[in-house]
């Protein structure tokens, strides 16, 4: 898994990446800007109490509340702006690194939205419901974060690079199989997303990470994935 890592590191600092970093980010910022600028501009306008240090006090907490949702949707939003893109990096690595691979399955743009929306549907849901637990428990509050989030980002960023080479069905078997470590694995994307300035590049460190923990898997560098060799 480290040398997986490396790897993405590596492939993530590459000129052929660089353009699709910048403008993804460039997006995502976009996206967030205009989210806290609506947002705040509504909870100025609002007056919910009609007493003016009242309202401030509102005011200033709720912009605090959606700088804290913003960071904890963070990994799902910047997976949907990749999502546009991610073949297109994908095949740059594979050509780079696996010469020898044929090309992959042609998945719809519409599918991989769709993937990135479902996500990010998960993803609101999940920790909105245990929120609770990140502001009351403080012990256990990481754990939780990267526990949720971990297997979320690794089952969709799995599924992601998986469905380029292999059915849906013997994808859903390959992650059954190795989902311990693949949840490993999306808990390290979790923490690249929680990295000050590492966090930029997160969702292309995230899907060219699986991109070669995938390959390790599948071509049998780990004695758990014979049985997916196998199969697959």
Do not use: K
């Not at 297109?88 to 594979?94: K, M």
């Amino acid at each position: 898994m480290i040398s997986a890592l490396g790897r993405a590191f590596e492939d993530a600092l590459a000129p052929a990446q660089r353009r699709v970093l910048l403008l993804s980010l460039m997006i995502a910022c976009v996206l967030f800007a205009l989210l806290w600028l609506g947002a705040s501009l509504l909870l100025h306008r609002a007056g919910l109490t009609g007493i003016g240090f009242v309202d401030t006090g509102i005011e200033v907490l709720g912009q605090f509340a959606i700088l804290f949702l913003a960071w904890l949707l963070f990994p799902a939003a910047t997976t949907i702006v990749l999502g546009l893109f991610l073949d297109g990096v994908l095949l740059s690595i594979e050509r780079r690194r696996y010469p020898g691979l044929g090309p992959p399955r042609n998945i719809p743009v519409a599918q991989v939205l769709l993937g990135g929306l479902r996500l990010a549907g998960l993803t609101v849901l999940i920790n909105l419901l245990i929120l609770p637990f990140y502001v009351l428990l403080p012990a256990i509050n990481l754990v939780l974060f990267y526990g949720v989030n971990g297997y979320l980002l690794g089952r969709e960023y799995f599924e992601l690079v998986a469905l380029r080479r292999l059915d849906r069905q013997t994808a859903r078997t390959a992650w059954h199989i190795n989902r311990l470590r693949l949840w490993a694995a999306g808990a390290t994307i979790a923490a690249l997303f929680s990295i000050p300035v590492v966090n930029l590049a997160a969702p292309l460190l995230g899907a060219a990470f699986m991109l070669h923990l995938f390959e390790r898997i599948r071509r049998g560098a780990d004695p758990a994935s014979r049985t997916f060799n196998a199969m697959s």
